[in-house]
């Protein structure tokens, strides 16, 4: 309603003085009547107003240039008829006739308007795809990124009333802890208890904790929290119930909640889950409920949440509890503030006798730091999408900007068409209509390309972001986001479509004017400043980008010891209940590797108690023989990997030395390892390390020996462990799974537990296409065993490479819009100026001047500016290498090579735009030159 | 000799032939009358109004006093009221003229 009223006093400020108000209130109730129907009418309604405004106001200055007065009565107007309108019922007939039909078929006149616009742009290509190219990549970028900062930065919290949502944390300046204290068992019941300006309060702590039962052990991020925490958050579990009073309350039998994310990994999303129990550190917890997928606190790795042991009496207690508050409705964080210091300053009365109160309020300038929550989960990240958001917003304006360059070089060849069309009476309502259906059209188009672009921009940040910006997962292009797209379509529209028509008005009598309608040496400068700083852009992203993507393939050329393609991987637990000793987990495994090796597609298999690049590896010290340690010294440590026999020739892993382990070796229980590059050159620098012997560091046994030792039978590559580029490769050794440890075995083993092994399925067709059998072979073995973590190795892989992915992806689409504003930047300003100097060209072509010459010398006129850009690109890039240094992985920030070819590519591109302005100019016939001018 | 009127502006006149009515209204009611195919835009209709205004075929009213204090009222002048008559018989005229010449159905 604000923007009609405003757009009305833009366009027919005499009409808005007279009745704004009134003509407001009349386009509120007929919006309203459409917004029965829907939106989609509203919006049509909506539009069709604001489109008339605009029609309206060139009509307006039309009217007042031309001298002309109001023409509701047509004929009879001495003013305005010198007697060739006149001639009454005939012309006003006529007219009326035409009305009529133009308004019966209304719906075919807008038609025709769009199928004639359209042709019109059909017979200009290059400037529709310019145009369109140019719109849809600027509001494509716009829209995705403004889908991220919505979730992300405007509204992050998926809360009712977050914004009433704040952290409790402290600070001591006595102690030069200026904040991140966090809170004390005493603190919370003083503010729960005594802050009215808090509606309700909760601490937490989080850790992590094993759990076992269904599905074999798990190591997962639990979170104990105060039963108070489902008032704060105010949101309510997706299936069961939250915590009750009781269960806060010490003594109560434990109870728990899971994360949506554990629900449907570990429990198939089966509703059966409420009632079980689940071992929580030994504990049973039986599981009340749990939490939607939304739910993400404190943060979105947390799976469990359990009751904290919080109560008046155990005192004022320790810092190190985190907390969260909900304000009361109208309160502000400074009062908070102002009450919980004075809260701080009471505490020794609250806590009469407890020295921990009285040494830790006043005597340690305890104050309260919290911030609201939003600021404290989004704070750093809001301003880097923030500044991203502003820059892709410039990016649009610089694609405005070359959009309307490429209206002005059209709108100046049609000049002459138009003035025609006015001198034949076309009305300012008609050459709107003309111009804003092309305009429309283009808006469209480029809005339609632009939602593409964002779609699949958003679907790649998702998948490709860090897993450390909130609520990304949930990103994506929802109402307000097509409601932002489009609003930057029909502002486009409103204003490229304009542009023409404001340049018209003045040129009213365009049809007396004489030639010479040359553009000043001022707006040339302008122009060529505005093509350098787009080519020195581009150029600047280019290379960046380029550092990344060579990057990216040396990281991707890596050695990684094993081959991830076409394997499919699958974690398997043997719950302890069924399978409850090391014998029977083994030849289990045993069972299921037969089977799935029988299926047809299936060309090697083995499993492992651990992956590369997967975590979860048992890592330990050990002890070599020959090598005593020196007092102090601490002994080496190794990733300890218990193997299925195959287990190497499944993951595609080169032998350097000895041989592997084989299936033998399990079934016998051979004391044999297999070690890693890296092992044999720190340990066994000069001499064969096969045959020789080593073991795992373990608490001395009662009796029998110190150490069980193990001999070394072969020597493999190294495989990563967390990255894929580490920096030093971590020693790592096989041995055969019989002798690791299983369920049921003495505590103190540091040896990995073979109950949960990843498989590794080696496939000749697409692995993915073998998930289903593999779930069938296994199930025919034992319908209670889960998959977990199914994926392909090669997914594994690309998981560790995804940071440089992001931040390649980002940059590679930044530097491709960049160099495609940058061609149409240069292509758009060469053919205004081509277009401008038509007349001279014809002259001088006419006067015999080479038509290989007028092109030479327009390119060179264009090269020169596009070399300049370039020139003061690459000293931006070279200055600016060290912010980049850090993202780069095996190449220097200035790479010759990127550089070079970089460089060329867009001196290459740049002279391609400007050449095709020139070969026109080439082409044209010095007679046709002349007559335009 | 009055002139002749717009189609829009002659829809309008008839629309204030019934009493005094707002913008709203009027736009709503020469849509009707008119099958649809006239409906002006918001702009266009008080554009029309305006111009009627300065030509002296119609003048403000005030309205009931319950309304919309941004309403704006109208109502026909004696001169709009007598412009909407001629231009009914000069109507009149051509359909006149038309059943002459056969080329409308006659009255049953």
């Given at each position: 309603?604000?923007?009609?009223?405003?757009?009305?006093?833009?366009?027919?400020?005499?009409?808005?003085?007279?009745?704004?108000?009134?003509?407001?209130?009349?386009?509120?109730?007929?919006?309203?009547?459409?917004?029965?129907?829907?939106?989609?009418?509203?919006?049509?309604?909506?539009?069709?107003?604001?489109?008339?405004?605009?029609?309206?106001?060139?009509?307006?200055?039309?009217?007042?240039r031309?001298?002309?007065?109001?023409?509701?009565?047509?004929?009879?107007?001495?003013?305005?008829?010198?007697?060739?309108?006149?001639?009454?019922?005939?012309?006003?007939?006529?007219?009326?006739?035409?009305?009529?039909?133009?308004?019966?078929?209304?719906?075919?006149?807008?038609?025709?308007?769009?199928?004639?616009?359209?042709?019109?742009?059909?017979?200009?290509?290059?400037?529709?795809?310019?145009?369109?190219?140019?719109?849809?990549?600027?509001?494509?970028a716009?829209?995705?990124?403004?889908?991220?900062?919505?979730?992300?930065?405007?509204?992050?919290?998926?809360?009712?009333?977050?914004?009433?949502?704040?952290?409790?944390?402290?600070?001591?300046?006595?102690?030069?802890?200026?904040?991140?204290?966090?809170?004390?068992?005493?603190?919370?019941?003083?503010?729960?208890?005594?802050?009215?300006?808090?509606?309700?309060?909760?601490?937490?702590?989080?850790?992590?904790?094993?759990?076992?039962?269904?599905?074999?052990?798990?190591?997962?991020?639990?979170?104990?929290?105060?039963?108070?925490?489902g008032?704060?958050?105010?949101?309510?579990?997706?299936?069961?119930r939250?915590?009750?009073?009781?269960?806060?309350?010490?003594?109560?039998?434990?109870?728990?909640?899971?994360?949506?994310?554990?629900?449907?990994r570990?429990?198939?999303?089966?509703?059966g889950?409420?009632?079980r129990?689940?071992?929580?550190?030994?504990?049973?917890?039986?599981?009340?409920?749990?939490?939607?997928?939304?739910?993400?606190?404190?943060?979105?790795?947390?799976?469990?949440?359990?009751?904290?042991?919080?109560?008046?009496?155990?005192?004022?207690?320790l810092?190190?509890?985190?907390?969260?508050?909900?304000?009361?409705?109208?309160?502000?964080?400074?009062?908070?503030?102002?009450?919980?210091?004075?809260?701080?300053?009471?505490?020794?009365?609250?806590?009469?006798?407890?020295?921990?109160?009285?040494?830790?309020?006043?005597?340690?300038?305890?104050?309260?730091?919290?911030?609201?929550?939003?600021?404290?989960?989004?704070?750093?990240?809001?301003?880097?999408?923030?500044?991203?958001?502003?820059?892709?917003?410039?990016?649009?304006?610089?694609?405005?900007?070359?959009?309307?360059?490429?209206?002005?070089?059209?709108?100046?060849?049609?000049?002459?068409?138009?003035?025609?069309?006015?001198?034949?009476?076309?009305?300012?309502?008609?050459?709107?209509?003309?111009?804003?259906?092309?305009?429309?059209?283009?808006?469209?188009?480029?809005?339609?390309?632009?939602?593409?672009?964002?779609?699949?921009?958003?679907?790649?940040?998702?998948?490709?972001?860090?897993?450390?910006?909130?609520?990304?997962?949930?990103?994506?292009?929802?109402?307000?986001?097509?409601?932002?797209?489009?609003?930057?379509?029909?502002?486009?529209?409103?204003?490229f479509?304009?542009?023409?028509?404001?340049?018209?008005?003045?040129?009213?009598?365009?049809?007396?004017?004489?030639?010479?309608n040359?553009?000043?040496r001022?707006?040339?400068?302008?122009?060529?400043?505005?093509?350098?700083?787009?080519?020195?852009?581009?150029?600047?992203?280019?290379v960046?980008?380029?550092?990344?993507?060579?990057?990216?393939?040396?990281?991707?050329?890596?050695?990684?010891?094993?081959?991830?393609?076409?394997?499919?991987?699958?974690?398997?637990?043997?719950?302890?209940?069924d399978?409850?000793?090391?014998?029977?987990?083994?030849?289990?495994?045993?069972?299921?590797?037969?089977?799935l090796?029988?299926?047809?597609?299936?060309?090697?298999?083995?499993?492992?108690?651990?992956?590369?690049?997967?975590?979860?590896?048992?890592?330990?010290?050990?002890?070599?023989?020959?090598?005593?340690?020196?007092?102090?010294?601490?002994?080496?440590?190794?990733?300890?990997?218990a193997?299925?026999?195959?287990?190497?020739?499944?993951?595609?892993?080169?032998?350097?030395?000895?041989?592997?382990?084989?299936?033998?070796?399990?079934?016998r229980?051979?004391?044999?390892?297999?070690?890693?590059?890296?092992?044999?050159?720190?340990?066994?620098?000069?001499?064969?390390?096969?045959?020789?012997?080593l073991?795992?560091?373990?608490?001395?046994?009662?009796?029998?020996?110190?150490?069980?030792?193990?001999?070394?039978?072969?020597?493999?590559?190294?495989?990563?462990?967390?990255?894929?580029?580490?920096?030093?490769?971590?020693?790592?050794?096989?041995?055969?799974?019989?002798?690791?440890?299983?369920?049921?075995?003495?505590?103190?083993?540091?040896?990995?537990?073979?109950?949960?092994m990843?498989?590794?399925?080696?496939?000749?067709?697409?692995?993915?296409?073998?998930?289903?059998?593999?779930?069938?072979?296994?199930?025919?073995?034992?319908?209670?065993?889960?998959?977990?973590?199914?994926?392909?190795?090669?997914?594994?892989v690309?998981?560790?490479?995804?940071?440089?992915?992001?931040?390649?992806?980002?940059?590679?689409?930044?530097?491709?819009?960049?160099?495609?504003?940058?061609?149409?930047?240069?292509?758009?300003?060469?053919?205004?100026?081509?277009?401008?100097?038509?007349?001279?060209?014809?002259?001088?072509?006419?006067?015999?001047?080479?038509?290989?010459?007028?092109?030479?010398g327009?390119?060179?006129?264009?090269?020169?500016?596009?070399?300049i850009?370039?020139?003061?690109?690459?000293?931006?890039?070279?200055?600016?290498?060290?912010?980049?240094?850090?993202?780069?992985?095996?190449?220097?920030?200035?790479?010759?090579?990127?550089?070079?070819?970089?460089?060329?590519?867009?001196?290459?591109?740049?002279?391609?735009?400007?050449?095709?302005?020139?070969?026109?100019?080439?082409?044209?016939?010095?007679?046709?030159a002349?007559?335009?001018? | 000799?009055?002139?002749?009127?717009?189609?829009?502006?002659?829809?309008?006149?008839?629309?204030?032939?019934?009493?005094?009515?707002?913008?709203?209204?009027?736009?709503?009611?020469?849509?009707?009358?008119?099958?649809?195919?006239?409906?002006?835009?918001?702009?266009?209709?008080?554009?029309?109004?305006?111009?009627?205004?300065?030509?002296?075929?119609?003048?403000?009213?005030?309205?009931?006093?319950?309304?919309?204090?941004?309403?704006?009222?109208?109502?026909?002048?004696?001169?709009?009221?007598?412009?909407?008559?001629?231009?009914?018989?000069?109507?009149?005229?051509?359909?006149?003229?038309?059943?002459?010449?056969?080329?409308?159905?006659?009255?049953?």
């Amino acid at each position: 309603m604000r923007l009609y009223r405003w757009l009305l006093r833009l366009c027919a400020p005499s009409l808005h003085r007279e009745y704004g108000a009134a003509m407001t209130e009349t386009f509120e109730r007929r919006v309203a009547d459409a917004r029965v129907t829907g939106l989609g009418p509203a919006l049509r309604v909506a539009l069709r107003e604001v489109f008339a405004l605009f029609a309206l106001a060139v009509a307006d200055r039309w009217g007042q240039r031309r001298g002309l007065p109001s023409t509701l009565l047509r004929p009879g107007k001495p003013s305005r008829s010198n007697g060739f309108m006149e001639g009454r019922g005939f012309n006003p007939g006529r007219r009326t006739r035409i009305d009529r039909q133009w308004k019966a078929g209304r719906m075919d006149g807008m038609g025709m308007e769009i199928r004639q616009a359209a042709r019109r742009l059909l017979r200009a290509p290059a400037f529709t795809i310019a145009t369109v190219l140019t719109l849809a990549l600027a509001i494509g970028a716009n829209a995705s990124i403004f889908a991220v900062v919505q979730h992300v930065v405007i509204n992050p919290l998926p809360y009712p009333d977050s914004d009433r949502l704040i952290e409790l944390d402290h600070g001591a300046a006595k102690l030069k802890v200026t904040t991140g204290m966090g809170l004390t068992n005493g603190l919370y019941f003083q503010y729960a208890e005594r802050a009215r300006s808090l509606e309700s309060v909760a601490i937490y702590q989080s850790g992590d904790v094993t759990v076992t039962r269904d599905g074999g052990p798990e190591r997962i991020r639990g979170t104990k929290t105060t039963t108070s925490l489902g008032k704060v958050m105010r949101l309510a579990p997706a299936v069961g119930r939250w915590f009750s009073d009781a269960e806060g309350k010490p003594g109560a039998p434990a109870v728990g909640l899971i994360s949506h994310g554990l629900w449907s990994r570990r429990y198939g999303s089966s509703p059966g889950v409420i009632g079980r129990s689940i071992t929580v550190a030994g504990v049973p917890t039986e599981i009340i409920g749990v939490m939607p997928a939304s739910f993400a606190f404190p943060d979105a790795r947390v799976d469990l949440w359990l009751v904290a042991p919080a109560a008046r009496e155990k005192g004022f207690g320790l810092f190190g509890w985190a907390g969260v508050a909900r304000m009361r409705e109208g309160v502000t964080l400074a009062s908070v503030r102002t009450e919980l210091d004075a809260l701080i300053g009471d505490l020794p009365a609250a806590f009469p006798g407890d020295a921990m109160a009285a040494g830790n309020g006043r005597s340690i300038n305890l104050t309260f730091t919290g911030r609201t929550l939003k600021d404290a989960t989004v704070g750093s990240i809001a301003r880097a999408l923030w500044i991203l958001l502003a820059s892709v917003g410039l990016l649009l304006l610089v694609a405005c900007a070359n959009v309307a360059n490429l209206f002005l070089v059209r709108s100046e060849s049609r000049q002459r068409e138009v003035a025609v069309r006015r001198a034949l009476g076309a009305g300012g309502f008609g050459m709107a209509r003309y111009f804003l259906t092309e305009s429309a059209l283009l808006s469209v188009l480029g809005g339609g390309a632009g939602f593409a672009i964002a779609s699949v921009a958003v679907r790649l940040l998702v998948t490709l972001g860090p897993a450390t910006l909130p609520r990304l997962g949930e990103v994506q292009l929802d109402g307000v986001a097509i409601a932002f797209t489009l609003l930057l379509a029909v502002l486009t529209t409103l204003a490229f479509g304009t542009i023409p028509l404001w340049r018209l008005v003045p040129l009213a009598n365009s049809l007396h004017e004489g030639r010479g309608n040359t553009a000043s040496r001022g707006r040339y400068h302008a122009r060529r400043l505005m093509m350098g700083a787009q080519v020195a852009l581009a150029l600047v992203l280019l290379v960046s980008s380029g550092l990344m993507v060579r990057s990216f393939q040396n990281l991707r050329a890596l050695d990684s010891g094993f081959n991830p393609s076409s394997a499919l991987t699958f974690s398997l637990g043997l719950p302890g209940t069924d399978y409850s000793s090391l014998s029977t987990v083994v030849s289990a495994h045993h069972a299921i590797i037969d089977r799935l090796a029988a299926l047809p597609g299936v060309a090697a298999i083995s499993a492992g108690s651990c992956l590369p690049l997967a975590g979860g590896c048992v890592g330990n010290t050990i002890q070599i023989e020959g090598h005593d340690l020196k007092p102090n010294e601490i002994p080496p440590l190794a990733l300890f990997r218990a193997v299925a026999g195959g287990y190497f020739e499944a993951m595609g892993m080169r032998l350097i030395r000895g041989r592997f382990i084989d299936r033998g070796d399990v079934d016998r229980r051979e004391p044999v390892v297999v070690i890693s590059e890296t092992i044999a050159k720190k340990y066994f620098a000069n001499e064969d390390p096969i045959g020789r012997h080593l073991a795992s560091n373990r608490p001395p046994p009662k009796d029998g020996p110190r150490f069980e030792w193990l001999t070394v039978v072969g020597i493999v590559a190294d495989t990563p462990v967390r990255v894929l580029a580490e920096p030093t490769p971590l020693p790592q050794l096989y041995l055969p799974m019989s002798i690791a440890t299983g369920p049921g075995e003495a505590p103190g083993t540091i040896l990995p537990n073979v109950a949960t092994m990843s498989y590794v399925v080696r496939t000749t067709s697409p692995p993915g296409t073998m998930v289903a059998s593999v779930r069938a072979a296994i199930d025919g073995i034992d319908r209670n065993l889960a998959l977990a973590q199914v994926r392909t190795l090669q997914e594994i892989v690309d998981r560790a490479s995804a940071q440089m992915a992001f931040t390649m992806v980002l940059l590679a689409i930044a530097a491709g819009v960049a160099l495609m504003l940058g061609v149409i930047g240069i292509y758009g300003v060469m053919s205004y100026i081509v277009s401008q100097r038509t007349g001279e060209i014809g002259v001088r072509l006419a006067l015999g001047a080479e038509p290989v010459g007028v092109a030479r010398g327009i390119v060179r006129e264009g090269g020169v500016v596009a070399v300049i850009g370039i020139a003061a690109g690459v000293s931006i890039a070279l200055a600016g290498a060290r912010l980049i240094e850090s993202l780069l992985y095996g190449i220097s920030p200035r790479d010759p090579v990127v550089f070079v070819t970089t460089t060329i590519a867009l001196l290459a591109v740049a002279l391609l735009a400007c050449w095709l302005p020139a070969r026109r100019a080439a082409r044209l016939s010095p007679l046709e030159a002349l007559r335009t001018d | 000799m009055t002139p002749a009127l717009s189609d829009l502006a002659f829809h309008i006149l008839l629309a204030l032939g019934e009493g005094p009515s707002h913008g709203y209204a009027i736009g709503k009611d020469v849509e009707e009358r008119s099958g649809g195919h006239l409906d002006p835009t918001t702009g266009a209709l008080y554009q029309a109004l305006r111009r009627l205004s300065e030509d002296g075929l119609i003048a403000k009213a005030t309205g009931p006093g319950e309304t919309d204090p941004r309403r704006k009222y109208f109502e026909l002048t004696e001169r709009g009221r007598q412009a909407a008559g001629a231009e009914a018989q000069r109507l009149d005229a051509l359909v006149r003229a038309a059943r002459k010449r056969k080329l409308f159905p006659q009255r049953a």
